[in-house]
C-alpha cells in the first residue's frame, strides 16, 4: 500500500499546470491529515462544518480549509472567521448568509457556485438558469463580504466516460459564458470539478481544483 506521501506525490505529478489538489479530509483523523500536511499538501476539504471546526483548532494555521459539502444557512458562523473557500453555495440566501458573517470576521470569503450536472436527483446544485440569476442580481453588489470566483459541480456517478466528460465539458462551457459578467464581486477563475474516479477526465475538460479523497487517503 503507497503511503499518503507516495499518493500525493504521484497526483501533484500528474496535475495540468493550471489545475490545484483539494485533499478531501472527511471521516479521515487528524493524524492522516498531519501526514499529508508533512507532505505538503495544505489545501483541505470538508463537508461537515463540525468536523472542518475541530480539524482547524487542532492542525497547523497556514491550512487552506475547503467547503465542499452542503452548507446550512445556521452554520455558516461557525467556519467565516478561518474558512478559504466554500465550493457548495446554491441559493442567493446562502450567499447573503456568508457576506453577513464574513462581515463580523472583517473578511472577503471567496465562494462557487454550485451548479448541478448529474442525472442523479440526489445532489445538490443550482440549475443553469438560477446561477445566471444569482449572477446577474443587482443586490449581489452589496454584497461587499463575498467574492464569487467560480463554479463547483459533481458529475453523475457512472461508469460511462461519455457522461462524465458531457456534464464536465458543459459546465466548462457555463464557466467560459460567466466570464463576461465580471466585476467587483465576480471573478470567474476557478473551477472545481472532478473527485478520485474521474478527476483525470476534469482535468482535461479544464477543471482548476480537484477534489481527492480516496486516491490520498485509501478507501473508508
Known amino acids: 500500500m503507497p503511503s499518503i506521501a507516495e499518493n500525493i506525490a504521484r497526483l501533484e505529478k500528474g496535475l495540468k499546470q493550471e489545475t490545484k489538489l483539494v485533499a478531501v479530509t472527511k471521516t479521515k483523523p487528524v ?7 508533512q507532505a505538503g499538501s495544505k489545501r483541505f476539504g470538508e463537508n461537515k462544518v463540525q468536523e472542518m471546526v475541530s480539524k482547524f483548532e487542532a492542525l497547523p494555521k497556514d491550512i487552506d480549509w475547503h467547503m465542499i459539502g452542503h452548507l446550512q444557512t445556521n452554520k455558516v458562523k ?46 445538490f ?17 452589496a454584497l461587499t463580504h463575498i467574492k464569487v470566483i467560480g463554479l463547483m459541480g459533481m458529475a453523475s456517478n457512472t461508469e460511462d466516460t461519455n ?22 464581486r465576480i471573478e470567474m477563475r476557478e473551477l472545481s470539478m472532478g473527485m478520485s474516479g474521474d478527476y483525470e477526465i476534469a482535468m482535461e ?11 490520498i487517503f485509501g478507501s473508508r
Do not use: W
Open 31 to 37: 493524524e492522516a491529515l498531519m501526514e499529508a500536511y
Open 163 to 184: 457522461i462524465i466528460r458531457t456534464e464536465f465539458r458543459g459546465l466548462k462551457a457555463l464557466f467560459e459564458s460567466f466570464k463576461k459578467l465580471e466585476n467587483d
Open 78 to 123: 461557525y467556519i467565516a472567521p478561518f474558512v478559504t473557500l466554500i465550493h457548495s453555495v446554491d441559493s442567493f440566501k446562502l450567499l447573503k448568509e456568508i457576506n453577513k458573517e464574513a462581515a463580523k470576521s472583517e473578511r472577503i470569503i471567496e465562494c462557487l457556485l454550485q451548479i448541478f450536472i448529474a442525472s442523479e436527483e440526489t445532489k
Open 125 to 141: 446544485g443550482l440549475s443553469e438558469e438560477e446561477a445566471a440569476e444569482i449572477l446577474n442580481s443587482p443586490d449581489l453588489a
Open 205 to 215: 475538460e479544464g477543471s482548476t481544483l480537484i477534489r481527492v479523497g480516496s486516491a
